[in-house]
């Protein structure tokens, strides 16, 4: 198993600023992943963030906007840049501790509000 | 990755079994099927995933259809704590649909 600490859980931000998420990991871990939850909808997958190289970003995002950085196994950040309120969301860490096929471990979530 | 389709939503009654359908018929032959939930705005839980046997944890069984295009989660014992929005997936990046809103009644 894995225990994911994220920070922060929850922020208010001001239109225009930009706000980095951290997630921790308890454990080395294989593939770590960044998920976004807009109000009322389900979870869509950002990037899946590489250790020591460039995030791959699914259809939809970009590097510009959502920054990611992983350097080493157990820690990524994720960064939401020049926020509008469209980018209120809940952000969700998450990781695959070993093969491709294992199943996905859950941070708690960042709730972020932009003003 | 396999496209999944399950109905938006579902009751139960309390202390009866819950049925949750998936369809997941494009699936590929090494796609595995996944089940998480998630209660309110918290992080999804993983409940259960399996490839082409039929699983049982201490959460939930799963059975896999013979051709794998289908699936079903069953919870035995239905809880009011068992009310969330659950989500199948079939694939090895987990891209999640909308899932089924299972309600549990008294």
């Known amino acids: 198993s894995a225990v994911i600490s994220q920070k922060p859980s929850r922020d208010i931000c001001q239109r225009g600023t930009s706000l980095t998420i951290q997630c921790q990991v308890d454990?080395?871990?294989?593939?770590m992943f960044w998920y976004r939850q807009q109000p009322g909808q389900s979870l869509t997958l950002i990037a899946t963030?590489?250790?020591?190289?460039?995030?791959?970003?699914e259809s939809g995002f970009v590097i510009d906007k959502f920054p990611i950085s992983r350097p080493n196994l157990t820690f990524s950040t994720l960064t939401v840049s020049n926020m509008s309120p469209e980018d209120s969301s809940i952000y969700l860490c998450?990781?695959?501790?070993?093969?491709?096929?294992?199943?996905?471990?859950f941070g708690s979530g960042t709730q972020l509000s932009v003003l | 990755d396999a496209k999944t389709t399950q109905p938006p939503s579902m009751d139960c009654a309390e202390g009866r079994a819950a049925n949750l359908p998936c369809n997941h018929s494009?699936?590929?032959?090494?796609?595995?099927v996944y089940w998480y939930r998630q209660i309110h705005s918290q992080g999804p839980q993983y409940i259960i995933h399996?490839?082409?046997n039929n699983e049982t944890n201490e959460m939930a069984s799963l059975i896999i259809t013979e051709d794998r295009k289908s699936s079903t989660l069953i919870l035995p014992h239905a809880t009011l704590r068992d009310t969330a929005v659950y989500y199948c997936?079939?694939?090895?990046?987990?891209?999640f649909g909308q899932g089924t809103r299972l309600t549990i009644n008294p």
């Open positions: 454990s080395q871990v294989t593939m």
């Open positions: 963030a590489n250790q020591g190289s460039e995030a791959t970003y």
């Open positions: 494009t699936i590929s032959g090494n796609e595995y």
């Open positions: 997936i079939a694939a090895q990046k987990l891209v």
């Open positions: 399996g490839l082409k």
């Open positions: 998450s990781v695959r501790p070993g093969t491709a096929n294992e199943k996905l471990f």
